[in-house]
């Protein structure tokens, strides 16, 4: 049996990363020299494999011309729906219900312009006040283009604790005047999972349909959108599947939905063999491409294509277990090296309902982020006192977690964030 001083020294983390099984893929990464990335929930990291495949499409640009819409490795034309099929697993989904689109915001624009049809009866819709708030400005801008009062017709479910939602607070404000729901699949700040299963349930037995914001789920968690029924979701995927900055969204719609008329339609919304005859009358494809509107972004798309190589041969399942044996390890060295400090850990502690990050408190924490950073440690500041630290599955490892909290204890014994003003930068 393991003595438990023994778990708190950097010759134990050294030995769980000798017999981690996904250690290999670190060298798969760029690592940027001398430092510890702690940020992979806002930006992945860029992986060699993602650097291959931006190329390979700048090379089929380079020496097929407009022919690179229909030739090559990676025709163009095909592109979204084609890496749509690749990400499905990902999602518990079916080929023909994902699609590499937009953004996070414009995606969720589509969405709720397509499936939220108010009525007399049923006319508002349900989220939550601790959601990203691009989420809470799309919903507010699709009730003004309907006509309808935001302060009215958008009802927000409260924290009790400002970091949770309580799910059974989120189901009895399913009321008959609710049409539709968007909530996230993890809340960004504490990392709590909610029950997407359960929730889409309960929504359906009360006839609304519901959608969820997989940003910070997508890569980290699996999921098994089909099965559970979701009618449709929406994400980035530039944090834990490393697509890059800016790199183009995702977006999920159930196949019972398809061969509806798409809310905001556009050229790409088109059947593939009608889309160049030219038609003033749209024919929408009938799956998610749909959903799409413009042309694909393709070498924004292109890191991602050698990104999902990895996922596919990994395994979502083998990235969770990492990722819940990372997490909860920063925990226990948390509670046994800062205990004398005022950090409060504000994620759910089981680990059936916690994401891939950990987020803390501290009354300091804009002046202890930018000590970290100091240190060659780069964690995420969120206002107005917290601390996201998101060790990556494919890319850290465990004895970086124990040097982060190392490091974090000798910041806080010596005093080293005063040195800091307590204020964010530009972009936390």
Request: proline share 4%.
């Amino acid at each position: 049996m393991t003595d438990p001083n023994t778990t708190y020294t950097r010759e134990y983390a050294r030995e769980l990363d000798q017999k981690d099984p996904l250690a290999s893929y670190r060298s798969e990464f760029y690592l940027i020299e001398q430092m510890i990335y702690l940020d992979g929930n806002s930006l992945g990291l860029l992986s060699k494999r993602a650097e291959k495949t931006l190329l390979e499409l700048l090379h089929s640009w380079k020496t097929l011309g407009i022919e690179g819409w229909t030739e090559g490795d990676y025709p163009w034309f095909y592109l979204s729906e084609s890496l749509g099929e690749k990400m499905a697993p990902l999602l518990g989904a079916d080929r023909e219900e994902v699609l590499i689109t937009g953004s996070t915001t414009s995606n969720l624009h589509q969405l709720v312009a397509t499936f939220f049809k108010p009525d007399e009866k049923k006319n508002k819709i349900l989220a939550d006040e601790l959601a990203f708030p691009t989420d809470i400005y799309a919903l507010q801008s699709q009730l003004k283009l309907q006509g309808l009062d935001p302060q009215e017709h958008l009802f927000k479910v409260i924290s009790a604790d400002g970091h949770t939602i309580d799910e059974e607070v989120i189901i009895d404000a399913m009321t008959e005047d609710i049409a539709l729901i968007v909530l996230p699949s993890i809340l960004y700040r504490s990392g709590q999972i909610l029950d997407m299963e359960r929730l889409t349930k309960e929504a359906h037995n009360r006839d609304i349909l519901i959608g969820f914001d997989l940003c910070h789920s997508i890569g980290a968690i699996p999921h098994e959108l089909s099965k559970w029924g979701v009618d449709f979701a929406f994400w980035c995927n530039y944090k834990h599947l490393n697509g890059g900055p800016g790199a183009v969204g995702g977006l999920y719609v159930n196949q019972r939905h398809f061969g509806q008329q798409p809310g905001l339609a556009g050229w790409f919304s088109s059947k593939k063999e009608k889309q160049f005859d030219m038609a003033h009358e749209l024919t929408p494809a009938l799956h998610a491409g749909a959903f799409q509107m413009g042309t694909p972004h393709v070498l924004s798309i292109a890191p991602l294509i050698g990104s999902l190589s990895m996922f596919h041969e990994v395994g979502i399942e083998k990235i969770r277990t990492k990722s819940l044996r990372l997490t909860s390890y920063m925990l226990e060295l948390i509670e046994q090296k800062l205990k004398e400090y005022e950090f409060k850990i504000r994620n759910p502690k089981e680990e059936k309902n916690r994401g891939g990050h950990i987020f803390l408190e501290h009354p300091e924490a804009a002046r202890i982020c930018k000590a970290l950073k100091a240190n060659q440690i780069i964690p995420d500041f969120r206002s107005p006192n917290g601390i996201r630290l998101a060790p990556v599955a494919l890319y850290n490892t465990f004895e970086e977690v124990w040097l982060t909290i190392d490091k974090l204890k000798q910041i806080m014994d010596e005093e080293q964030y005063k040195k800091f003003e307590n204020k964010r930068g530009v972009v936390a």
